[in-house]
Protein backbone atom coordinates (compact mmCIF):
# COMPACT_ATOMS: atom_id res chain seq x y z
CA UNK A 1 0.00 0.00 0.00
CA UNK A 2 1.52 3.07 -0.66
CA UNK A 3 2.27 5.97 1.89
CA UNK A 4 0.30 8.89 2.55
CA UNK A 5 1.46 11.63 1.21
CA UNK A 6 2.70 14.23 3.99
CA UNK A 7 0.45 16.61 4.26
CA UNK A 8 2.26 20.32 3.75
CA UNK A 9 2.63 22.42 7.33
CA UNK A 10 3.44 26.20 7.25
CA UNK A 11 4.81 27.36 10.72
CA UNK A 12 4.41 31.46 11.44
CA UNK A 13 7.63 32.39 13.65
CA UNK A 14 5.99 35.97 15.36
CA UNK A 15 9.48 36.02 17.27
CA UNK A 16 9.06 38.99 19.65
CA UNK A 17 6.72 40.68 17.41
CA UNK A 18 3.32 41.85 18.17
CA UNK A 19 1.42 43.24 21.30
CA UNK A 20 -1.80 41.01 22.38
CA UNK A 21 -3.96 43.15 20.80
CA UNK A 22 -1.77 43.44 17.54
CA UNK A 23 -1.59 39.65 17.84
CA UNK A 24 -5.26 39.30 17.64
CA UNK A 25 -5.82 41.99 14.81
CA UNK A 26 -3.48 39.74 12.53
CA UNK A 27 -4.74 36.68 13.43
CA UNK A 28 -8.16 37.87 12.80
CA UNK A 29 -7.53 39.28 9.44
CA UNK A 30 -5.35 36.28 8.74
CA UNK A 31 -8.40 33.45 9.67
CA UNK A 32 -10.64 34.42 6.80
CA UNK A 33 -8.06 34.59 4.23
CA UNK A 34 -7.17 31.01 4.56
CA UNK A 35 -10.44 29.93 6.31
CA UNK A 36 -11.67 28.64 2.18
CA UNK A 37 -8.14 26.32 2.31
CA UNK A 38 -9.52 23.69 5.13
CA UNK A 39 -7.21 20.89 5.97
CA UNK A 40 -5.58 21.12 2.74
CA UNK A 41 -2.63 22.37 4.40
CA UNK A 42 -1.53 22.60 8.34
CA UNK A 43 -1.39 26.01 9.53
CA UNK A 44 0.48 27.05 12.62
CA UNK A 45 1.42 30.40 14.34
CA UNK A 46 3.92 30.82 16.92
CA UNK A 47 2.82 34.03 18.99
CA UNK A 48 5.19 35.07 21.99
CA UNK A 49 3.90 33.70 25.21
CA UNK A 50 1.88 36.50 26.52
CA UNK A 51 -0.17 36.26 22.80
CA UNK A 52 -0.85 32.52 23.49
CA UNK A 53 -3.92 32.48 25.33
CA UNK A 54 -5.57 35.03 23.75
CA UNK A 55 -4.68 33.96 20.21
CA UNK A 56 -6.22 30.08 21.08
CA UNK A 57 -9.45 32.08 22.06
CA UNK A 58 -9.40 33.83 18.78
CA UNK A 59 -8.45 30.81 16.67
CA UNK A 60 -11.59 28.09 18.11
CA UNK A 61 -13.24 26.53 15.19
CA UNK A 62 -11.00 27.68 12.97
CA UNK A 63 -7.81 25.56 10.69
CA UNK A 64 -5.16 27.67 12.49
CA UNK A 65 -3.07 25.79 14.89
CA UNK A 66 -0.77 27.16 18.08
CA UNK A 67 3.03 26.77 18.31
CA UNK A 68 5.31 28.02 21.46
CA UNK A 69 8.26 29.73 20.46
CA UNK A 70 10.41 27.20 22.59
CA UNK A 71 9.84 25.70 26.36
CA UNK A 72 11.94 24.54 29.13
CA UNK A 73 12.85 20.61 29.66
CA UNK A 74 10.89 20.64 33.41
CA UNK A 75 7.55 20.57 33.75
CA UNK A 76 8.05 23.07 36.72
CA UNK A 77 10.06 24.46 39.26
CA UNK A 78 12.24 27.48 40.19
CA UNK A 79 13.29 28.18 36.22
CA UNK A 80 12.86 31.96 36.53
CA UNK A 81 11.55 33.36 33.26
CA UNK A 82 11.06 29.93 31.51
CA UNK A 83 7.96 28.15 30.49
CA UNK A 84 6.78 24.46 30.65
CA UNK A 85 5.70 22.03 27.84
CA UNK A 86 2.81 21.06 29.92
CA UNK A 87 1.81 25.01 30.24
CA UNK A 88 1.65 25.05 26.65
CA UNK A 89 -0.60 22.09 26.10
CA UNK A 90 -2.96 23.52 28.64
CA UNK A 91 -2.98 26.35 26.84
CA UNK A 92 -3.85 25.46 23.68
CA UNK A 93 -0.52 24.84 21.35
CA UNK A 94 0.00 21.36 19.43
CA UNK A 95 3.56 22.33 18.26
CA UNK A 96 6.35 23.46 19.81
CA UNK A 97 9.35 25.47 18.16
CA UNK A 98 12.85 24.02 19.21
CA UNK A 99 15.95 25.15 18.53
CA UNK A 100 15.99 27.84 16.18
CA UNK A 101 19.08 29.10 15.35
CA UNK A 102 18.24 32.93 17.21
CA UNK A 103 18.00 30.84 20.37
CA UNK A 104 21.28 28.72 19.79
CA UNK A 105 22.59 32.19 18.47
CA UNK A 106 21.71 34.40 21.30
CA UNK A 107 20.30 31.92 24.54
CA UNK A 108 23.35 29.12 24.16
CA UNK A 109 20.66 26.53 22.73
CA UNK A 110 23.07 22.91 22.31
CA UNK A 111 22.02 20.65 20.73
CA UNK A 112 21.90 18.56 24.08
CA UNK A 113 19.10 21.20 25.52
CA UNK A 114 17.19 20.84 22.07
CA UNK A 115 17.51 17.36 22.84
CA UNK A 116 16.06 17.81 26.65
CA UNK A 117 13.28 19.87 25.64
CA UNK A 118 12.04 17.95 22.78
CA UNK A 119 11.46 14.93 25.48
CA UNK A 120 9.54 17.28 27.53
CA UNK A 121 7.42 18.34 24.39
CA UNK A 122 6.76 14.91 23.46
CA UNK A 123 5.92 13.78 27.00
CA UNK A 124 3.58 16.53 27.14
CA UNK A 125 1.39 15.79 24.27
CA UNK A 126 3.16 18.23 21.99
CA UNK A 127 4.95 18.09 19.11
CA UNK A 128 8.30 19.42 18.01
CA UNK A 129 9.20 21.58 15.06
CA UNK A 130 13.03 20.90 15.22
CA UNK A 131 15.05 23.98 13.41
CA UNK A 132 18.80 23.04 11.91
CA UNK A 133 20.53 25.08 10.04
CA UNK A 134 24.47 25.98 8.91
CA UNK A 135 25.93 29.47 9.27
CA UNK A 136 27.35 31.37 6.45
CA UNK A 137 31.16 30.40 7.18
CA UNK A 138 30.27 26.76 7.71
CA UNK A 139 28.38 26.71 4.36
CA UNK A 140 31.28 28.61 2.77
CA UNK A 141 33.55 26.09 4.03
CA UNK A 142 31.76 23.12 2.46
CA UNK A 143 30.40 21.55 5.82
CA UNK A 144 26.79 22.15 5.50
CA UNK A 145 25.72 18.79 5.70
CA UNK A 146 28.52 17.68 8.34
CA UNK A 147 26.60 20.51 10.45
CA UNK A 148 23.09 19.72 10.04
CA UNK A 149 23.74 16.22 10.04
CA UNK A 150 24.97 16.51 13.69
CA UNK A 151 21.97 18.48 14.86
CA UNK A 152 19.90 15.85 13.48
CA UNK A 153 20.99 13.01 15.36
CA UNK A 154 21.75 15.20 18.18
CA UNK A 155 17.73 16.64 18.53
CA UNK A 156 16.58 13.31 17.76
CA UNK A 157 19.05 11.20 20.58
CA UNK A 158 17.84 8.70 22.14
CA UNK A 159 14.28 8.68 20.57
CA UNK A 160 12.99 5.38 18.77
CA UNK A 161 11.39 5.71 14.89
CA UNK A 162 7.31 6.01 16.25
CA UNK A 163 8.71 9.06 18.30
CA UNK A 164 10.73 10.74 15.58
CA UNK A 165 7.98 10.06 12.98
CA UNK A 166 5.93 13.01 14.97
CA UNK A 167 8.61 15.17 14.96
CA UNK A 168 8.33 18.31 12.28
CA UNK A 169 12.22 19.39 11.03
CA UNK A 170 12.86 22.36 9.99
CA UNK A 171 15.66 23.58 7.87
CA UNK A 172 16.94 27.26 8.16
CA UNK A 173 20.45 28.27 6.79
CA UNK A 174 21.13 30.67 9.30
CA UNK A 175 22.35 32.81 6.58
CA UNK A 176 18.92 33.11 4.67
CA UNK A 177 16.98 34.15 7.92
CA UNK A 178 15.67 37.76 8.20
CA UNK A 179 18.36 38.59 5.29
CA UNK A 180 16.68 38.52 2.08
CA UNK A 181 18.72 36.02 0.99
CA UNK A 182 16.75 32.56 0.29
CA UNK A 183 18.46 29.40 -0.58
CA UNK A 184 18.24 28.36 -4.14
CA UNK A 185 15.69 25.77 -4.42
CA UNK A 186 18.15 23.47 -5.29
CA UNK A 187 19.96 24.20 -2.34
CA UNK A 188 16.64 24.06 -0.53
CA UNK A 189 16.19 20.33 -1.84
CA UNK A 190 19.88 19.11 -1.54
CA UNK A 191 19.56 19.49 2.18
CA UNK A 192 16.26 18.19 2.49
CA UNK A 193 16.83 15.28 1.07
CA UNK A 194 20.26 14.41 2.75
CA UNK A 195 18.21 14.96 6.09
CA UNK A 196 15.80 12.36 4.71
CA UNK A 197 18.62 9.59 3.45
CA UNK A 198 20.03 10.30 7.60
CA UNK A 199 16.41 9.26 8.91
CA UNK A 200 16.43 6.44 6.98
CA UNK A 201 20.44 5.23 7.78
CA UNK A 202 19.28 6.55 11.78
CA UNK A 203 15.79 4.74 11.76
CA UNK A 204 14.16 2.91 8.44
CA UNK A 205 12.28 4.29 5.26
CA UNK A 206 8.73 4.62 6.76
CA UNK A 207 9.73 6.88 9.61
CA UNK A 208 11.97 9.05 7.29
CA UNK A 209 8.79 8.91 4.82
CA UNK A 210 6.62 10.30 7.51
CA UNK A 211 8.98 13.12 8.76
CA UNK A 212 7.88 16.14 7.47
CA UNK A 213 10.70 18.90 6.63
CA UNK A 214 10.38 22.26 6.43
CA UNK A 215 11.88 24.84 4.62
CA UNK A 216 13.04 28.68 6.57
CA UNK A 217 14.54 31.50 5.31
CA UNK A 218 12.99 34.68 3.78
CA UNK A 219 10.07 32.51 2.50
CA UNK A 220 8.14 35.20 0.74
CA UNK A 221 5.11 34.82 -1.64
CA UNK A 222 6.97 35.18 -4.31
CA UNK A 223 9.26 32.39 -3.81
CA UNK A 224 7.34 29.95 -1.37
CA UNK A 225 5.28 27.99 -4.49
CA UNK A 226 8.78 26.98 -6.32
CA UNK A 227 10.52 25.83 -2.89
CA UNK A 228 7.03 24.29 -1.94
CA UNK A 229 7.27 21.93 -5.03
CA UNK A 230 10.43 20.54 -4.10
CA UNK A 231 10.20 16.72 -3.60
CA UNK A 232 11.68 17.06 0.27
CA UNK A 233 10.19 20.33 1.09
CA UNK A 234 7.16 19.76 2.82
CA UNK A 235 6.45 22.85 4.31
CA UNK A 236 7.49 26.62 5.48
CA UNK A 237 9.23 28.42 8.78
CA UNK A 238 8.12 31.74 8.15
CA UNK A 239 9.56 34.41 10.31
CA UNK A 240 8.91 37.86 8.68
CA UNK A 241 6.21 37.48 6.02
CA UNK A 242 4.66 35.80 8.58
CA UNK A 243 3.55 38.91 10.47
CA UNK A 244 1.62 40.20 7.41
CA UNK A 245 -1.58 38.33 7.08
CA UNK A 246 -1.85 38.84 3.24
CA UNK A 247 1.42 37.75 2.84
CA UNK A 248 1.22 34.80 4.99
CA UNK A 249 -2.23 33.51 3.65
CA UNK A 250 -0.11 33.91 -0.24
CA UNK A 251 2.70 31.65 1.17
CA UNK A 252 0.16 28.94 2.98
CA UNK A 253 -1.80 28.79 -0.75
CA UNK A 254 1.49 28.31 -2.21
CA UNK A 255 1.31 25.01 0.14
CA UNK A 256 -2.36 24.13 -0.34
C1 LIG B 1 12.56 32.16 11.09
O1 LIG B 1 12.65 32.95 11.99
O2 LIG B 1 12.38 30.96 11.34
C2 LIG B 1 12.66 32.65 9.72
C3 LIG B 1 12.76 31.81 8.75
O3 LIG B 1 12.66 34.03 9.54
P1 LIG B 1 12.53 34.83 8.14
O4 LIG B 1 11.40 34.20 7.38
O5 LIG B 1 12.26 36.24 8.53
O6 LIG B 1 13.84 34.65 7.42
Redesign the pocket.
Known amino acids: MAAEPRRKIIAG?W?MNKTVSEALALVRELRGMVSVLRDKVEIVLAPPFVALHPVAKAIEDSNLKLAGQNCHWEALGAFTGEVAAPMLKEVGCAYVILG?S?RRQYFGETDETVNKRAQAVLKAGLLPIL?VGETLAEREAGRTLEVVERQVKGGLAGFGGAEVARFVLAY?PVW????GRTATTAQAQEVHAAIRSQLVRLYDGGTAEQVRIQY????KPDNAAELLGQKDVDGA?????SLKAGDFAAIVKAGA
Open positions: NKHECEAIGTGGSVLVGGA
